[in-house]
């Protein structure tokens, strides 16, 4: 298992291609740390996150940084997806399905 980037994120790649290729977009607003996910990498929740559900919003919290986030519908339902480890293109699907696309 490996670490998602420098920094204390609430997702932690369980196994990632050897090929994975760096971010070299300099304009690019995501944070640096973290690689580029190919659909077969296996992504699970941080050790370093607790959550729960409040007045219906699922709350975050990094128990490292203390750092703490409310997630909206899509991301509450993304985070219950990652109770167990999953490929980023199963997640994908998952939501897709879940949810109109334009």
Request: with cysteine; aromatic share 6%; hydrophobic share 40%.
């Amino acid at each position: 298992m490996c670490r998602c980037g420098a920094g204390h994120y609430p997702v932690r790649l369980m196994a990632a291609p050897d090929d994975l290729p760096a971010d070299d977009a300099a304009d690019d607003p995501v944070d640096d740390d973290l690689p580029e996910l190919d659909p077969a990498t296996m992504v699970a929740r941080s050790d370093e996150q607790v959550s729960a559900e409040l007045d219906g919003e699922v709350v975050l919290m990094n128990t490292v940084t203390g750092d703490y986030f409310t997630m909206n519908d899509v991301a509450s339902h993304i985070w219950s997806l990652l109770e167990e480890p999953r490929s980023v293109a199963d997640v994908f699907a998952e939501v897709e399905a879940g949810y109109e696309m334009p």
